[in-house]
């Protein structure tokens, strides 16, 4: 189970920091990843990390001001977003993906879903 925390209304250029946090699943075995779909758009990529931590990967417009980072001694990844713009507006979602697959952007590859946390970023 992944249970996704964090999310609120923020102004734009604003902070807000996610949490997902696992449980009945061996945490350290997963990449872990950040996804979002807005109303009326298909789920997107935002970030993900491998199992160890040793490598994260990025959508493109979320670069330099989204930060994906992990704590496996907590069972918890953290998604930290900073600079925020409103089209960051969406519904975000924790997802795992075992380790023996790649930490991939495809949302059909992952393995477990959180219930999502909404964020709003107003201009």
């Known amino acids: 189970q992944l249970q996704a925390s964090g999310g609120g209304l923020v102004q734009a250029g604003g902070s807000l920091r996610l949490s997902c946090a696992a449980s009945?699943?061996?945490?350290?075995?997963?990449?872990m990843g950040w996804f979002r779909q807005a109303p009326g758009k298909e789920r997107e990529f935002v970030a993900s990390?491998?199992?160890?931590?040793?490598?994260?990967f990025y959508l493109d417009s979320v670069k330099g001001r989204f930060t994906i980072s992990r704590d496996n001694a907590k069972n918890t990844v953290y998604l930290q977003m900073n600079s925020l713009k409103p089209e960051d507006t969406a519904v975000y979602y924790c997802?795992?993906?075992?380790?023996?697959?790649?930490?991939?952007?495809?949302?059909?590859?992952?393995?477990?879903w959180g219930q999502g946390t909404q964020v709003t970023v107003s201009s």
């Open positions: 009945g699943l061996t945490f350290k075995s997963y990449h």
């Open positions: 997802a795992a993906v075992y380790r023996m697959k790649p930490a991939t952007s495809q949302p059909r590859e992952y393995d477990y």
């Open positions: 990390i491998t199992w160890k931590g040793g490598s994260t």
